[in-house]
């Protein structure tokens, strides 16, 4: 099982980013999938997520592609506090979203967004 966060980088405040997962090894469609974040010296803390049923909720959008396996995070009115490396994470033990990092199976390397002037 492989999930793989791509999309982050430098953007000015007020900006826009658009972050993507994908997977392999492990079907995206029809489990929940959280957007984390984790600042330095701060808690893992959920951003977005998408439940089994494609229920959605959090501070950015979050949107899944099934044929192509991946969910994305289009971040907007990106500000300096939002700066952190960003992880996706499926959760296969239920298919509806938790706030807790413990309960999610699998997850990326991770993503830096550096939010700066």
């Known amino acids: 099982v492989q999930l793989q966060a791509s999309g982050g980088g430098l953007v000015q405040p007020g900006g826009s980013l658009r972050l993507s997962c994908a997977a392999s090894?492990?079907?995206?469609?029809?489990?929940?999938v959280g957007w984390f974040r984790q600042a330095p010296g701060k808690r893992r803390e959920l951003v977005s997520c998408?439940?089994?049923?494609?229920a959605v909720k959090g501070r950015f959008a979050i949107s899944r592609d099934n044929a192509k396996n991946s969910v994305y995070l289009a971040m907007n009115s990106l500000k300096p506090e939002d700066t952190a490396v960003y992880y996706c994470?499926?959760?296969?033990?239920?298919?509806?979203?938790?706030?807790?990092?413990?309960?999610?199976?699998?997850w990326g390397q991770g993503t830096l967004v550096t939010v700066s002037s």
């Open positions: 994470a499926v959760r296969l033990r239920a298919m509806h979203c938790n706030s807790y990092s413990w309960e999610y199976d699998y």
């Open positions: 090894g492990v079907t995206l469609g029809g489990n929940a």
């Open positions: 998408i439940d089994g049923a494609d």
